[in-house]
T-cell receptor, first 116, second 116 residues
Framework: ETGVTQTPRHLVMGMTNKKSLKCEQH?????MYWYKQSAKKPLELMFV???????ENNSVPSRFSPECPNSSHLFLHLHTLQPEDSALYLC???????????????FGPGTRLTVT | AQSVAQPEDQVNVAEGNPLTVKCTYS??????LFWYVQYPNRGLQFLLKYITGDNLVKGSYGFEAEFNKSQTSFHLKKPSALVSDSALYFCAVSQLTTDSWGKFQFGAGTQVVVTP
């Protein structure tokens, strides 16, 4: 596997379910990101982890809970979601372990989440 | 506060003609500017970036972009478009601040349609 992978690619869940999204990067990067992509809206940065420490939580509701057990893996735990949380969730990684903002990000293919 | 704008929701161009996708930005300091492309059911793919130096930046797949500080623009260009260039294009801006992690901001995206 190369680049950034995400599983599952598609997920349908009820509002009372608990599920997790998984991201893995094979690029040796130290920073990982979760984004939400909704139709007709700009990408929304949700969380940033640098060297396995959360450095940014962009006012995301507590029903989204990230976890970064090591520099290669990132999870997004979901519980009690709302229909408006339906979106494409993208994971990304970069070499930017210091928040310099000069490094490009490498994205996974995303998980298409539908909340019913 | 920083912001990035892509004024066109969609750009239509015939194959072989020049392609331009517009991007303007607003930051308080020196900007770092990026272009990404997203094909259907895929994550974003990095095309090119401007950090410092030469205002004309060359990137992947024959794309280039010109940083224009006076007009606060970073338009993406390709001299001769291909049908395979049809995709969603995102401009992004970041800057070095004491709190850089949350400052990587994407535009809303421009859909490029190249017709044979």
């Amino acid at each position: 596997e190369t680049g950034v992978t995400q599983t599952p690619r598609h997920l349908v869940m009820g509002m009372t379910n608990k599920k997790s999204l998984k991201c893995e990067q094979h690029l040796g990067h130290n920073a990982m990101y979760w984004y939400k992509q909704s139709a007709k809206k700009p990408l929304e940065l949700m969380f940033v982890y640098s060297l396995e420490e959360r450095v940014e939580n962009n006012s995301v509701p507590s029903r989204f809970s990230p976890e970064c057990p090591n520099s290669s893996h990132l999870f997004l735990h979901l519980h009690t979601l709302q229909p408006e949380d339906s979106a494409l969730y993208l994971c990304a990684s970069s070499q930017d372990s210091s928040g310099l903002g000069t490094y490009e990000q490498y994205f996974g293919p995303g998980t298409r989440l539908t909340v019913t | 506060a920083q912001s990035v704008a892509q004024p066109e929701d969609q750009v239509n161009v015939a194959e072989g003609n020049p392609l331009t996708v517009k991007c303007t930005y607003s930051v308080s300091g020196n900007p770092y500017l990026f272009w990404y492309v997203q094909y259907p059911n895929r994550g974003l793919q990095f095309l090119l970036k401007y950090i410092t130096g030469d205002n004309l930046v060359k990137g992947s797949y024959g794309f280039e972009a010109e940083f224009n500080k006076s007009q606060t623009s970073f338009h993406l260009k390709k001299p001769s478009a291909l049908v395979s260039d049809s995709a969603l294009y995102f401009c992004a801006v970041s800057q070095l601040t004491t709190d850089s992690w949350g400052k990587f901001q994407f535009g809303a995206g421009t859909q490029v349609v190249v017709t044979p």
